[in-house]
């Protein structure tokens, strides 16, 4: 395991409310009870915190680019409030149906940054709440971590073997509190 203190994580059901008809502006970007201050614990422990997510409201032209700046302007400003800081915020804006590099489970948002940070990603924790954020995690070596919130009954509903041995946790304040404890500290 990697003891570098980095961790990626997913957005939607993540740290904010999903919605199966897209979150589209940011007055519907809803944080996740705890999961602002989760964010600034794990900056106040020392980790460094990315956000990759799929995007895809944008290519379906549910909202444009403008709308998703707003709400990563929000989310920004919510974290920094409780003193937490994200380094980056990185997103796919294709839909399901191209055959891009970046969206998860394909790991082009992942290689972005490492290429961005010049980290091993390699056993470094990601966590999110779909099988596609296992599946990227796993395809480049980093520790899958999966909440329960947003998409992640599903997920587990799915039963897959995919899911062997990632650990799961109720919300993303449960997941940050076991990296907090646990990361390193063997």
Known sequence: MSCER?????????????A????????Q????????????ALTHA????????NQSGLARGLFDLGALN?????????VSLRGGR???ILFCPHGPGENCACRKPRTG??????????????????????????RAARLVGMKPMLVKSGKGLRTLGLGTAELEGVPVFEDL??????LINHWCNS
């Open 6 to 18: 980095f961790v990626l994580l997913d957005r939607d059901g993540v740290i904010n409310e999903d």
């Open 20 to 27: 199966d008809d897209y979150i589209r502006c940011a007055a």
């Open 29 to 40: 970007w809803v944080p996740i009870p705890g999961s602002m201050d989760a964010i600034a």
């Open 46 to 53: 020392g980790f460094r915190i990315a956000i990759v997510s």
């Open 70 to 78: 707003a709400m990563h302007r929000k989310l920004r400003d919510l």
């Open 86 to 88: 994200l380094e980056m």
């Open 109 to 134: 948002l992942l290689h972005s940054v490492s290429d961005r940070t010049g980290l091993d990603l390699r056993g470094l924790p990601f966590i999110g709440d779909s099988i596609s954020d296992v």
């Open 173 to 178: 304040r449960a997941a940050t509190d076991e």
